[in-house]
């Protein structure tokens, strides 16, 4: 089955509680969202993500499938880490995540997870 929009095929509108705002459902779907391994690195699972890059200790690069419109996508990080940041040289076909321990050095760690929103290309 396929949802599409009657006005734009490619835009639905959903009614929020109290049927006084509404939300556009596509712009509010995580559109790339993965979960890997850091220290023996590998791919636990993943969505809309071609590759998983090891660039160095601590530091990861996931490769989008279907690149995002521009390279200002919301992306959320978390692992096992004492600090874990989306890097700013994130692109539209990429996230780029690194990973700190309570010294502030990088670390690797078993369990990374990332999703992001924002609008495909």
Do not use: M, P
Request: charged share 10%; glycine share 10%; with cysteine.
């Amino acid at each position: 089955d396929k949802l599409t929009g009657v006005g734009t095929a490619g835009s639905i509108v959903v009614t929020g509680e109290g049927n006084s705002t509404t939300t556009n459902l596509q712009q509010s779907l995580v559109k790339v969202w993965a979960k890997f391994n850091g220290s023996s690195f590998g791919e636990l699972d993943s969505f809309n993500v071609s590759s998983f890059t090891d660039s160095g200790t601590g530091n990861y690069t996931v490769n989008i499938n279907n690149d995002f419109s521009n390279a200002n996508h919301a992306s959320v990080e978390a692992s096992g880490a004492y600090h874990t940041v989306n890097d700013a040289a994130n692109a539209v076909g990429t996230l780029n995540i690194a990973c700190y321990n309570s010294s502030h050095s990088n670390a690797d760690e078993s369990r990374v997870a990332v999703h992001s929103c924002g609008d495909l290309a």
